[in-house]
């Protein structure tokens, strides 16, 4: 049974940072580009950041290209995700993701994680 655990989420103020991670098992993401998205209340699922299989290449989303990199470290299983400067308007549930192969575009997601809330106060 495969299974994506993302954690450290949670408060912070406007400014602060937070360091998400996500550790799957039932599977070697090192087969896998694997990224972030998010969804806010009343809001559309929107991509956050993608990294190709060996990570030597990545992409962010406009609305934080700058302030959030996403990273892995494969002999872990772990992707991460380093929110800095953050604004009101990041808070979300964020989700954890895994394509099998190493086309960087998350079209099509194999396996989703559960999300772990976070919430920006001002």
């Known amino acids: 049974q495969v299974q994506l655990i993302e954690s450290g989420g949670g408060l912070v103020q406007a400014g602060g940072s937070l360091r998400l991670s996500c550790v799957a098992s039932?599977?070697?993401?090192?087969?896998?580009?694997m990224g972030w998205f998010r969804r806010a209340p009343g809001k559309e699922r929107e991509f956050v950041a993608a990294?190709?299989?060996?990570?030597?290449?990545?992409q962010h989303g406009d609305a934080v290209a700058g302030r959030f990199t996403i990273s892995r470290d494969n002999a872990k299983n772990t992707v991460y995700l380093q929110m800095n400067s953050l604004k009101v308007e990041d808070t979300a549930v964020y989700y954890c993701?895994?394509?099998?192969?190493?086309?960087?575009?998350?079209?099509?997601?194999?396996?989703w994680g559960q999300g772990t809330q976070v919430t920006v106060s001002s």
């Open positions: 993701a895994a394509k099998l192969g190493n086309a960087l575009a998350l079209t099509q997601v194999d396996y």
């Open positions: 039932g599977i070697f993401i090192s087969a896998y580009t």
């Open positions: 990294i190709n299989w060996v990570g030597t290449d990545t």
